[in-house]
């Protein structure tokens, strides 16, 4: 079945540490690629997003999503985490223009 | 101003009773959302208007009926409550496929 797959549940990291969280769809054609945040108790904001372009896309906050399309992956990153970016991350994919669908989700816990 | 508002923020009842769940945009956007988001964070699509149309609709019991007056507001009608049937319940709206989606704040729903 056609997927988002976000591979890692649970991420715990010390802060300035580095992050890079797993996003592999398996959708064919076109496919627009989001990534959000849902901070403890708040709703889901955007961090970034890519339609088209430079595969490298600069978000919010410092976060950045690289978008290989042989590896069919968007994977998130950011070079030094900080305790307030503790949240839970989701993936998100929109393909052929049809209904987004989102990820299992990350956990991301960064310790003070 | 908040741009997606969602009425109530907590929903505590008894099973077998109906209930409706209140959203608005004011966004000017034409597509809106309900998405259901069980314990385990996982976020799952339940409907979406486009110019008060239903697009897509998920396997979702047909005790869920969305209504939607006009086109800023898109409410839930859930009938005859199921414990299953607690979650946390997210409203969006998007101006049309595949922009952005803004998430309304949720609404936490309990059913004892």
């Known amino acids: 079945a056609q997927s988002v797959s976000q591979h890692n549940h649970h991420v715990i990291l010390s802060e300035a540490a580095s992050l890079e969280l797993g996003c592999n769809y398996s959708y064919g054609g076109t496919v627009n690629l989001f990534w959000y945040v849902q901070y403890p108790g708040q709703h889901l904001q955007l961090l970034l997003k890519?339609?088209?372009?430079?595969?490298l896309v600069k978000g919010i906050k410092g976060f950045e999503a690289e978008f290989i399309k042989s590896k069919f992956s968007f994977n998130l990153r950011k070079p030094s985490v900080q305790w307030s970016d503790t949240a839970e991350y989701f993936c998100?994919?929109?393909?052929?223009?049809?209904?987004?669908?989102f990820g299992a989700g990350t956990r991301l816990t960064v310790k003070p | 101003d908040t741009a997606v508002s969602q009425t109530p923020k907590y929903l505590v009842t008894q099973m077998g009773n109906d209930k409706s769940i209140k959203c608005e945009q004011n966004?000017?956007?034409?597509?809106m959302y309900w998405y259901k988001q069980d314990s385990k964070k996982f976020l799952k699509i339940m409907f979406s208007y486009n110019n008060k149309e239903l697009i897509i609709n998920e396997t979702v019991p047909n005790r869920f009926s969305p209504k939607s007056p006009d086109k800023a507001h898109l409410n839930l009608h859930i009938n005859s409550l199921e414990l299953g049937d607690s979650a946390v319940y997210f409203c969006?709206?998007?101006?049309?496929?595949?922009?952005?989606?803004?998430f309304g704040p949720g609404t936490r729903l309990l059913v004892l």
């Open positions: 969006a709206s998007s101006h049309g496929q595949p922009e952005t989606q803004y």
């Open positions: 998100a994919v929109n393909p052929n223009n049809n209904d987004m669908r």
């Open positions: 966004l000017g956007h034409d597509t």
């Open positions: 890519y339609f088209s372009g430079d595969p």
